[in-house]
């Protein structure tokens, strides 16, 4: 437990987080939406910290980043908590599970332990994920903060629910950022997820303006989120304000491995060609099927001469680009390898 780093007193017994763009009013005793910040006594503490439900050791693919460090390992890292309830959810359990529980579950992981665990497995980058990050910022700022220190690369899989606050204090010390626009749609946040999606477009904006390598991943839900219109108007806001090169992975939607959607079955591979066609369509360069075995919808193809470039199956990458570049037309494939 921690005092949290973003919030401000009200009254003696009231506070209001700023850590997520719910921006909770919370009462003495009581918890924030995401279940893991309570008051106690008009101080904000974060419940979760240094408590990791997660530490694995993972192919930076599967975040998915496709961009930057490609093939190499990461070490991921968890809490519980999440500040949305997304009704697809494949992670629930321990993003939703903790919310009826007094005490909250976790490995006591301090943040020097941390950064020794992925010294020790010799990976360039830490990765913060399988809940929202924003969740444990405290923890994952004081990470940050040591990981920078060593040049090891602080990576964040986010929801992108931030407020202002938060981006600045993330600012100095993150180095790429996977953020989920699940729809271009404020209805399917709200009945969703129970968000907005104002917050996330501005905080994928904030960050990419400073300097930050972001990636983009919608999920694919029948029905909900699969529409020509939809996969257009966030193709076209990612090109419009994120920039042209910006990956974009689209990925496949299992309705047996959701939280609340099992009567919705799965997205078809065709659905996904489609999808992948109209973001290149709509002028980007680097568009990914996430969630499939098809190493066409997940290569990285030179988008000036069309040739194969980094050959992905499964979570296996194979390299024929010469240094970042396409070798047959020496066009910069926008990867950080460095």
Request: proline fraction near 4%; charge should be neutral.
């Amino acid at each position: 437990m921690k005092e949290a780093y973003l919030y401000k007193k009200i009254s003696d017994r009231e506070v209001q987080c700023r850590n997520c763009a719910h921006y909770c009013t919370i009462s003495s005793g009581k918890r924030g939406f995401c279940g893991v910040r309570e008051n106690r006594e008009g101080v904000l503490y974060a419940l979760n910290y240094g408590k990791a439900i997660a530490c694995n050791i993972d192919n930076i693919e599967k975040k998915p980043f496709f961009h930057f460090f490609p093939g190499e390992s990461t070490l991921s890292l968890a809490t519980v908590g999440c500040n949305f309830a997304c009704k697809n959810c494949q992670n629930y359990d321990i993003s939703q599970g903790h919310k009826e529980v007094e005490t909250i579950p976790g490995e006591n992981i301090p943040p020097s332990r941390a950064l020794e665990v992925a010294l020790e497995n010799k990976v360039r980058s830490i990765s913060y994920t399988y809940t929202e990050p924003t969740m444990f910022l405290e923890y994952a700022l004081d990470i940050m903060e040591l990981a920078t220190k060593k040049g090891v690369k602080n990576m964040w899989v986010s929801n992108g629910f931030l407020t202002p606050e938060a981006v600045e204090a993330i600012i100095p010390y993150i180095d790429g950022i996977n953020i989920d626009i699940k729809s271009y749609s404020e209805d399917f946040y709200k009945e969703n997820c129970s968000a907005r999606l104002a917050p996330v477009l501005e905080t994928a904006e904030s960050l990419k303006r400073r300097g930050v390598w972001v990636e983009i991943t919608t999920l694919l839900i029948p029905g909900l989120s699969d529409s020509p219109e939809n996969i257009k108007n966030i193709a076209r806001f990612i090109k419009e304000n994120l920039g042209s090169e910006t990956p974009w992975h689209l990925s496949r939607f299992s309705g047996e491995l959701s939280w609340r959607l099992k009567n919705i079955s799965s997205t078809s591979e065709s659905k996904i060609k489609e999808a992948l066609d109209i973001g290149k369509e709509e002028g980007l360069e680097y568009v990914y099927g996430g969630n499939t075995e098809n190493y066409l919808l997940t290569s990285t193809f030179c988008s000036r001469c069309g040739r194969l470039a980094l050959k992905r199956v499964g979570y296996n990458v194979f390299r024929q680009d010469k240094k970042g570049k396409c070798e047959y037309c020496s066009k910069d494939l926008n990867l950080i390898l460095e």
